[in-house]
């Protein structure tokens, strides 16, 4: 009997109780991908191998993964360790969310948090986000669903593996956003605007966009925007050079100003672009536009 293997593609979803990872995981059964739900992260390589065998072989595999394993982050890690020893380079999907998204979703459904105890809904989301702090520092992707519908959850999870193939090769969302509404917790990186004048304090551009062209060529027409950008998208090839060899396959660029209207709207779109040119697959978000 042949005892040949292939390596399969491997997506561990996991992260806060309450913060979408069934839905993200029927997401992903829904584009053809074999999902586990709650596997101890002590069986991943077997489940690999599992996959792995010719006849049969299960090219794309996702694994949920949370904090009932009493030795959480110990065992994935090592788990994913293991893995990568063996030439499987599993991504890990962290789902985040707020305190208050997700003391409302449980109440919703009235069902006690898995770490609750004897305590307050409230200690047991504190527990879990201990627990949890080193695999979210480390996770490939992190996605926030405060706020977010299942639909709309969905569609993320649908962007960023919709067109899969598990290569290697980087993909960026670039999300513009006001700091008076708060920095996206999702971001692994932040570029501040307020450097440049407000359209906000010129009449006529007030009540449009960025994404309007007037405010655009206000914008990338002030002192220093060009000089920004340019100087910005040499870093950006930097760093993405970076992380594909480091095999970071996603990453957050949160763009911000006042109130994620005019300035953050016009750089995120010129900052895609710039991404776009170096062949790298990017979605835009405009998370606080039209919110004031």
């Known amino acids: 009997m042949s005892t040949e293997t292939k390596i399969p593609d491997i997506v561990i979803i996991t992260g806060m109780s309450g913060a979408g990872r069934s839905t993200a995981a029927k997401s992903l059964e829904d ?7 709650n596997l101890p992260p002590g069986l991943l390589a077997t489940m690999a191998d599992l996959g792995g065998r010719v006849k049969d072989a299960v090219p794309r595999i996702a694994v949920v993964v949370d904090v009932r394993s009493r030795a959480f982050t110990e065992d994935l890690h090592s788990s994913i360790a293991e893995l ?4 499987v380079h599993p991504r890990v999907v962290f789902l985040e969310a707020s305190d208050a998204d997700l003391v409302r979703r449980f ?3 009235r069902r006690p948090h898995p770490l609750q105890g004897d305590g307050r809904l409230v200690d047991g989301i504190a527990r879990e986000r201990e627990l949890v702090r080193e695999v979210r520092a480390e996770a490939d992707l992190v996605i926030d669903t405060s706020g977010l519908n299942v639909h709309e959850l969905r569609n993320k999870i649908i962007g960023f593996f919709g067109n899969d193939t598990g290569e290697s090769s980087l993909r960026a969302t670039v ?20 450097f440049l004048p ?5 009449p006529e551009l007030r009540p449009k966009t960025g994404r309007d062209t007037a405010v655009r060529d206000y914008v990338l027409g002030q002192r220093g925007a060009k000089e920004f950008l340019d100087a910005y998208a040499e ?3 930097l760093l993405s050079a970076g992380y594909e060899r480091e095999g970071k396959h996603y990453v957050t660029l949160a763009v911000g100003c006042t109130g994620g209207k005019h300035r953050s709207v016009a750089m995120a ?10 062949g790298i697959e990017v979605q835009v978000a405009h998370r606080d536009l039209g919110r004031e």
Not at 175 to 189: E, R
Not at 198 to 202: A, E, G, L, R, S
């Open 31 to 37: 584009l053809d991908w074999f999902v586990v739900d």
């Open 84 to 87: 990568e020893a063996r030439g």
């Open 107 to 109: 109440e919703s459904v």
């Open 175 to 194: 999300v513009s956003f006001g700091y008076k509404y708060g920095l996206p917790v999702d971001a692994d990186l932040v570029v501040d605007c307020r």
């Open 198 to 202: 407000n359209p906000h304090w010129v």
């Open 235 to 237: 870093v950006l090839r």
């Open 269 to 278: 779109e010129q900052i895609a672009a710039r991404l776009r040119d170096e």
